[in-house]
């Protein structure tokens, strides 16, 4: 097994980060297929280092890449922060995916990040493992233990990210020993990253017709909870799951298990819509829903 101490905090001023490029070389991490912003310190791409996808055969341009920073850990810090503040809708991509910092050359991290990519699944189907993507990398910390991360970091000491609150979080690993050859994941950890897309989706959605723009590591948990659970219930579009799970925010953790959602969710198995269902209801059945799962609870 890799042998690594893993730790993930907060990245909140500029002295945090001149302790971060302590450790090497610092790059940003940039998906040009979503909005290529230049090639920032590199005078060419061939300054840049690519990330071969295993399932795609793309041009060097169209390519995750690596792009070296030289500037000054102020000028790094206020760059960061113009990317931070600006204007992004919750579960939308950034075409910046991070900054990751190394002793090693950063064509040494892109093979390595290039390799990570490629997963085999329980079933033995291969899979794109997008873990490069900070809303992926996000929920990673919450499906992965410390060893699969630190796994996935490899030779990169710090990997800088901002999250869905739009601060700056940093993954540090330190390995002692690479001997663990796979990342072997279990079924329940590909059934959660098989929904983070799903996920973003209904963030997206929740902030954009029910105002949810601040949500926390605690409020994706939950969200991703409630999406499973509509599946479990036979709940059986992604759309119905996704309002199930948005309805869900703001009702008692266990009002899935109340009797009008256990005879509500027998209706979908046998073929009823959810959405067309729950249009029937009155705000006084969801109030009633409400109070008597949270005297349940109690």
Same mark, same amino acid.
């Given at each position: 097994?890799?042998?690594?101490?893993?730790?993930?905090?907060?990245?909140?001023?500029?002295?945090?980060?001149?302790?971060?490029?302590?450790?090497?070389?610092?790059?940003?991490?940039?998906?040009?297929?979503?909005?290529?912003?230049?090639?920032?310190?590199?005078?060419?791409?061939?300054?840049?280092?690519?990330?071969?996808?295993?399932?795609?055969?793309?041009?060097?341009?169209?390519?995750?890449?690596?792009?070296?920073?030289?500037?000054?850990?102020?000028?790094?810090?206020?760059?960061?922060?113009?990317?931070?503040?600006?204007?992004?809708?919750?579960?939308?991509?950034?075409?910046?995916?991070?900054?990751?910092?190394?002793?090693?050359?950063?064509?040494?991290?892109?093979?390595?990040?290039?390799?990570?990519?490629?997963?085999?699944?329980?079933?033995?189907?291969?899979?794109?493992?997008?873990?490069?993507?900070?809303?992926?990398?996000?929920?990673?910390?919450?499906?992965?233990?410390?060893?699969?991360?630190?796994?996935?970091?490899?030779?990169?000491?710090?990997?800088?990210?901002?999250?869905?609150?739009?601060?700056?979080?940093?993954?540090?690993?330190?390995?002692?020993?690479?001997? /663990?050859?796979?990342?072997?994941?279990?079924?329940?950890?590909?059934?959660?990253?098989?929904?983070?897309?799903?996920?973003?989706?209904?963030?997206?959605?929740?902030?954009?017709?029910?105002?949810?723009?601040?949500?926390?590591?605690?409020?994706?948990?939950?969200?991703?909870?409630?999406?499973?659970?509509?599946?479990?219930?036979?709940?059986?579009?992604?759309?119905?799951?996704?309002?199930?799970?948005?309805?869900?925010?703001?009702?008692?953790?266990?009002?899935?298990?109340?009797?009008?959602?256990?005879?509500?969710? /027998?209706?979908?198995?046998?073929? @009823?819509?959810?959405?067309?269902?729950?249009?029937?209801?009155?705000?006084?059945?969801?109030?009633?829903?409400?109070?008597?799962? @949270?005297?349940?609870?109690?």
């Amino acid at each position: 097994m890799i042998k690594a101490a893993l730790r993930v905090q907060a990245l909140t001023d500029l002295d945090q980060l001149h302790g971060l490029l302590a450790a090497g070389q610092i790059s940003a991490l940039v998906d040009p297929l979503i909005v290529d912003p230049g090639l920032g310190d590199a005078k060419n791409l061939l300054d840049c280092a690519t990330v071969k996808n295993p399932f795609l055969d793309q041009p060097s341009a169209q390519r995750l890449r690596l792009q070296p920073i030289k500037d000054g850990a102020s000028q790094v810090w206020d760059n960061m922060n113009a990317h931070r503040e600006q204007p992004l809708m919750p579960g939308d991509p950034r075409s910046l995916c991070g900054w990751v910092i190394s002793p090693h050359p950063i064509f040494s991290i892109s093979r390595h990040i290039a390799r990570r990519l490629r997963q085999k699944k329980p079933s033995g189907r291969q899979a794109l493992l997008r873990y490069y993507d900070p809303r992926v990398l996000q929920r990673l910390q919450a499906i992965l233990d410390e060893e699969q991360l630190a796994f996935l970091l490899g030779p990169i000491h710090h990997w800088i990210f901002i999250d869905h609150a739009g601060c700056f979080r940093v993954f540090s690993s330190h390995p002692r020993n690479m001997t /663990q050859s796979a990342l072997s994941l279990s079924n329940p950890q590909w059934m959660s990253i098989d929904r983070i897309g799903l996920l973003n989706k209904t963030l997206a959605i929740g902030a954009e017709i029910m105002d949810i723009r601040q949500v926390d590591d605690q409020d994706i948990i939950n969200l991703d909870r409630l999406l499973q659970v509509a599946e479990l219930e036979g709940v059986s579009d992604d759309d119905a799951r996704m309002i199930f799970a948005l309805q869900g925010m703001r009702l008692p953790p266990n009002f899935h298990r109340h009797s009008e959602m256990i005879r509500l969710f /027998q209706r979908c198995r046998e073929g @009823e819509r959810y959405q067309e269902l729950v249009r029937e209801w009155s705000r006084e059945t969801w109030q009633r829903i409400a109070e008597e799962s @949270e005297e349940n609870i109690l």
